[in-house]
């Protein structure tokens, strides 16, 4: 038989490969880049974090250490008064708490923690002690009274999640 006599059609190819959907490779590549990217953000922004409970905790222990080696209650008062203001200025707005002085500073520290042992008891001396050269002072039950008023701040579930500077 001869070649151009056989019915035979040309050569047709295949139709070209579209570039969607993508093959299931691609897919898990893209999955694996979405899961890496989520995580690098996550511990990106945990590293940044700074937990300011913890480090409250351990400046009020430092306090504490500092005032039993020198028993100067003076000291001890300022700088109790200096690290719930640091707290506080944290938290809160500053507009809300920077100009709060006297009794008013004392009624929000109670209010913040739903204690009245500042306005009433022994945080009093936060108020006027460490403006005078001599701070007499029931330190033990001051410094009980502001650990509990960290920890009360520090359980309340309303308190705003910003990066302190503590």
Do not use: N
């Amino acid at each position: 038989m001869d070649p151009e006599q056989l019915p035979l059609r040309d050569i047709h190819l295949p139709p070209p490969v579209s570039w969607w959907p993508p093959a299931p490779g691609w897919w898990a590549v893209l999955l694996i880049l979405l899961a890496t990217g989520l995580l690098a953000r996550h511990f990106y922004r945990r590293r940044g974090m700074v937990h300011w409970d913890r480090i409250a905790g351990r400046e009020l222990s430092l306090i504490r250490r500092r005032y039993e080696a020198t028993r100067d209650a003076h000291m001890l008062v300022c700088a109790l008064s200096t690290l719930l203001r640091r707290v506080c200025m944290s938290l809160y707005p500053r507009r809300l708490v920077a100009g709060l002085t006297g009794e008013r500073w004392l009624a929000f520290l109670d209010q913040q923690a739903g204690m009245d042992g500042f306005q009433h008891g022994t945080g009093r001396l936060l108020a006027s002690a460490p403006y005078q050269p001599v701070a007499p002072a029931d330190t033990e039950a001051l410094l009980d009274l502001c650990a509990s008023w960290l920890r009360a701040v520090t359980a309340k579930p309303s308190s705003p999640p910003r990066r302190p500077h503590v």
